[in-house]
């Protein structure tokens, strides 16, 4: 019936209108307009899908810039030493070629998402600094050209320790110079591709956005070849500033690098989903992208994933918390998406 629906509605306005996609037209021409990359983390379920996936129509319509949620993570991509999997990238740079799309890889260096065994303490420096080298360089060549930037370290500093550095495998075998070498790496393996540090609770002007902009300004004193800083923005809804980040972000900014929207999503509480916080949260995210279109150092903004059924939220807070993405369970377009475009169609 809604597909008879939908046809009759194309028949009579000649609009392109196919359910979940946002209307006729959807945000990516816009976006193309605005010159910002915009886009979303690609679900796992992306790389078991039909062609004509209503979830792959999305992607064509509203994105320019694509990251996987999960499939370019360590632990996908070398399982096991030395045997790495490129099944699911490869598809994924595929998708993104033939539709003229940009990939972000995410990410290279993590504490998390890890393979049992990389995660070992008993490495000696030499040989761990040796796994990091050979893990960097073998993705980012393969992808060289194609993979447009890579977040290198994601979630390295931890203000809880007492030298703000997070006490991971890399930082106990290595060091802190871990994060020094994994650029170098990188950037030897694609010398055009941008280079992120990438993490999350540091949108704003707070401690641990003290701390990885004291260590970022390191990076670059050294010359050490990082090119912007990955703000995750995993917000919850009317709880955050967006002129404390627009403040981060010109700091980032004078440093030279670009301070980039990595990974947003603004969580409702579920006992308090309605209308009005639908509403609200579309406010939000305008408000943020607003801010980003008009700020010299943000140049990318993506969304941790595409329906509100893919979100990691409800699993990662016992779903207490949800509705944290712009299209609704059945990929329909939520007051928030209508609010990005509405503020990407008037820049
Ligand atoms: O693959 C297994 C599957 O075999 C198993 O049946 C299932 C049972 O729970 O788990 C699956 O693994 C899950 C994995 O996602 C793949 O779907 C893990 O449990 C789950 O914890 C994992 O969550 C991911 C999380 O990173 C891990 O920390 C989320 O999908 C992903 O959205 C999230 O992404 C991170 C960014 O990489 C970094 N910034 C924060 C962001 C949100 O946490």
């Known amino acids: ?25 959807g945000l990516r021409q816009a976006a193309d307009e605005s010159g910002t990359d915009f886009g979303f983390a690609v679900h796992n379920s992306f790389f078991n899908m039909e062609d004509d996936d209503p979830y792959l129509r999305i992607l064509k319509k509203n994105a320019n810039t694509l990251v996987a949620e999960n499939a370019m993570k360590p632990y996908r991509m070398q399982p096991e030493k030395g045997n790495f999997f490129f099944e699911e990238t490869d598809r994924l740079v595929e998708f993104a070629t033939e539709n003229d799309i940009k990939v972000r890889g995410h ?24 796994i990091l080298e050979n893990h960097i360089t073998t993705i980012v060549s393969r992808y060289k050209g194609q993979v447009d930037e890579w977040d290198v370290v994601n979630e390295a500093i931890d203000t809880d320790e007492e030298n703000n550095y997070r006490r991971t495998v890399w930082y106990r075998t290595i060091g802190p110079e871990f994060i020094d070498s994994a650029f170098v790496y990188a950037h030897r393996a694609d010398p055009s591709a941008v280079l992120y540090y990438n993490d999350f609770s540091a949108e704003e002007m707070n401690e641990k956005s003290d701390a990885i902009y004291k260590m970022v300004k390191r990076l670059v004193q050294n010359d ?73 150092h943000c140049n990318s903004l993506l969304i941790w994933g595409v329906p509100d059924s893919h979100s990691w939220i409800p699993n990662h807070t016992d779903g207490e918390r949800g509705s944290a993405l712009i299209f609704d369970d059945e990929m329909n377009p939520k007051p928030a998406f209508h609010a990005l475009k509405e503020v990407l169609d008037n820049k």
């Not at 290279?108 to 998402?113: E, F, M, S, T």
């Not at 440093?255 to 639908?278: C, F, K, R």
């Open 107 to 130: 990410c290279l260096v993590w504490h998390k998402q890890i393979p049992d065994w990389m995660n070992d303490t008993t490495y000696t420096r030499e040989e761990m600094l040796e």
């Open 224 to 296: 050490v070849p990082i090119h912007a800083v990955g703000l995750q923005s995993h917000f919850w809804l009317n709880e955050f500033n967006v002129s404390e980040i627009e403040n981060n972000m010109d700091r980032i900014g004078a440093l030279g690098l670009q301070a980039n929207i990595t990974e947003l999503d603004i969580s409702i509480p579920m006992n308090e989903i309605s209308q009005e916080t639908l509403q609200q949260q579309a406010d939000d995210y305008a408000d943020i992208m607003e801010m980003c279109l008009d700020n010299d």
């Open 1 to 25: 019936m809604r597909k008879l629906v939908v046809i009759v509605l194309i028949a009579f306005t000649g609009l392109s209108f196919y359910p979940g996609e946002g209307g006729s037209d």
